[in-house]
Each structure stands twice: as C-alpha cells, then as structure tokens.
C-alpha cells in the first residue's frame, strides 16, 4: 500500500487547488477582478436602446444645452438695436433743431441750408391755408446775391451789404408770397403752363441774348445768377402762369383786342387802327409794322407764338386774337420773299399786371411770417 506522502505526490494539480480553496476563505466578489469577457458583457448592458423615443430625449437635452447661449445672445442683439436706433434718432433730432435754429434765428443763406430747405420743406411763412417753402425763398434770396456779388463785388459780409441784403430781402419774401396767390388764381381757373410754353420761353431767351444754344445759355446763367437751365425753367414756368392768369382775368384788355379785331373783319385799316389802338410804341407809328422785314424762326423782335401765326397766314391775311406771354396781338402779314421769311405788322394790347389780382387775394389772406423781416427800403438797387 502507499503511504499517505506517495498518494500527495500523485494528487493533480486541480485536486491540489480545490483542496486549497477549500482551506483558504475565498475573496470576496467585489475585489475580484472582472474578466475581459465580463467587462464585455457589462458594457453592451448599459448600452442604451436607440428608438424615436431616446432621439427625441437626446434632442431636447442638446436644445436645452443651446438655449442657455442663444437667448442671452438674442437679447443683446435686441438691445443693440434699441441702443443704435435711439442713437440715430437723437443725432437727426439734434441735426434738425441746429438748422432750424441757422434758419430761423441767424437766417443763414449758405449754400449747404439751402440744399437741407431742398430735402426738408422747412416753411418760410404762410398764406390762409398754404405754407410758404423757406426754399422758394432761398431760391430768389440766393440769385439776388450772387448776381451782386460777382457782378457788382458787393460784399454781403460788410455794414454796407448786410443793409442791402435786409433791404431786399422783404422785396423776395413778398414774391415768393405773391407766387402763391398766382398759384391759387391759376387753379380756380383751370390755368396751367405746358414744357411746350415753357421751351419757347427759353428759346426766345437764348435768341434775344444773341446766344447759339442751350450749353451757351447754362454757361450764362451759372455765372450770372449760380443756376441751372433746370433752375430757369422753374423761373419761367412761374412767370408764364403769372402771365397767363392775368390774361384770363383781364376782362377789359380782352375786350378792347375783340373790339379792335370786329373792326378789321368789318373792313376797318389795320395801320390806323395800329396806330390808335397799339401799345407797342416802336411799331405804332409805322402802322404796326415790325423793324424787322425778314423776320424767321428765332427772330430777336417777334414771339415764335407769332412766328407760328404768321406761317399759317396768306400775304394781305389777318389772324385771330392771339395770346402771348404779356399781351393780346393781332398780326397781318404782308409779304413773304423768296427765302420765306415774312414782313408782318401788329397790333398789341398789354396785360394788366398781375399785381391786380393778387392784391384782392392779398385783401383775403392772412399771413404770418416764421422769420424776422427787416423793414424795407428802396435803396436796393436794381433787380438782377
């Protein structure tokens, strides 16, 4: 038989081990280090399950997360806004007061406030129910001085020119107030100036002033009076509606030129009567025949409104009543030579001057004045 140390030399080694765990405590679990497999396991277990239900949740926590950055950023965004806005406003509101304050307290005449009166219809005065633009003003007051200034040196800077810009200043205050009352006479009346009426103005203009064109014309007024061709037109517009209201109002003048052409229809001659009748003291007592024998398109003596009657008319024939700019006209053609230009005589009654008519409106209307005006005086030289 074997004795008990040849049997533990025989046990295996797995029988060696049991018999030591069965001696030794075992550890506990929590020491133990998990296997790599275990490890495994554990880790696919904690992995959450992907269902629309967990992508939402993930969702609304990565939102949540984002929203704690983009509202603060929102409200700054917001407050930026009403900080530069307010900003603005102030600046134009400061911006505003100073030019209503070199207008109407220092009555600046500088170039830049009269470009602001253009863009802001800061008013002047008004009349009843119209406000007058600081502008139109402007507009006059501005002409009046450059012609001086560049023309008679004056400087508007001295004792002596300020005196004379105080003594016309009334004079273009009560103009541009007279412009309103035309304006309103011409809408009671249905009146009104077409570019038509207006390009003949400037033609006749540029004729009379021995000019060749338009270009010609601009380089003029620039020096002399600081506008633009857009800038006269302005001014005859307003002249030719000023005209043509007084035609339509003087009802005496109109009919003194149908008595006057009643006659000539009836066989009544036309030198005599030119020469009772004419106001044109040049051409009177010539029986009314114009100076000028040749007269064609672009005449310096003759209105194109004429020029155009007489190139309907037949030598020996007498036109209608014909309306110009300032007066009634009644033309008889007498020959045309051979390069068709026209020998013509006329008769002409004028219009009453449209001061007429705007003194009733004046009677009417009240006014009142946002600026300070200097009495005036008749030592202010001519008008240019």
Not at 133 to 158: C, G, I, K, P, W
């Amino acid at each position: 038989m074997k004795t008990k140390d040849e049997q533990k030399k025989h046990l295996t080694a797995k029988e060696r081990i049991d018999k030591i765990k069965a001696v030794v405590p075992p550890v506990a679990a929590r020491f133990k280090k998990p296997t790599l497999q275990q490890q495994t396991d554990e880790a696919l277990e904690n992995v959450p399950r992907i269902t629309n239900e967990t992508v939402a949740e993930h969702r609304e926590e990565v939102l949540k997360g984002a929203r704690r950055f983009k509202y603060p950023l929102e409200h700054s965004k917001h407050k930026i806004v009403v900080v530069s806005a307010s900003l603005l406003i102030t600046a134009v509101v400061a911006f505003l007061i100073g030019t209503a304050i070199s207008l109407y307290r220092l009555q600046s005449t500088s170039a830049f406030m009269y470009h602001m009166t253009q863009v802001v219809p800061f008013p002047v005065a008004k009349v009843g129910k119209h406000y007058v633009a600081y502008e139109n003003y402007l507009f006059d007051l501005r002409r009046y001085m450059h012609y001086y200034h560049t023309q008679l040196q004056v400087d508007f800077s001295s004792q002596s020119g300020k005196l004379q810009l105080d003594t016309y200043k009334p004079k273009a205050m009560q103009k541009v107030i007279d412009n309103v009352y035309v304006k309103e006479l011409a809408r009671s009346n249905g009146i009104s100036v077409s570019d038509d009426e207006v390009r003949d103005a400037l033609g006749m203009l540029r004729v009379q002033n021995r000019l060749t064109s338009d270009k010609e014309l601009a380089s003029v007024i620039k020096r002399f009076y600081d506008w633009a061709i857009d800038d006269l037109k302005r001014e005859l517009k307003q002249e030719l509606l000023a005209q043509k209201v007084a035609a339509a109002l003087d009802v005496e003048t109109a009919t003194k030129a149908n008595g006057i052409l009643a006659q000539l229809k009836s066989g009544g001659d036309f030198a005599s009567l030119a020469g009772q009748y004419s106001e044109d003291q040049a051409t009177k007592g010539a029986g009314g025949q114009y100076a000028d024998v040749a007269i064609a398109a672009g005449s310096q003596e003759v209105s194109p409104v004429i020029i155009r009657e007489l190139a309907r008319l037949k030598p020996g024939e007498i036109s209608g009543l014909i309306t110009t700019p300032t007066s009634y006209e009644i033309v008889k053609l007498l020959e045309v030579d051979s390069a068709g230009k026209y020998k013509a005589a006329h008769i002409e009654l004028h219009f009453k001057d449209i001061s007429t008519y705007t003194q009733a409106q004046a009677a009417k209307a009240k006014v009142k004045y946002y600026i300070t005006m200097p009495k005036s005086t008749e030592n202010v030289g001519n008008q240019p």
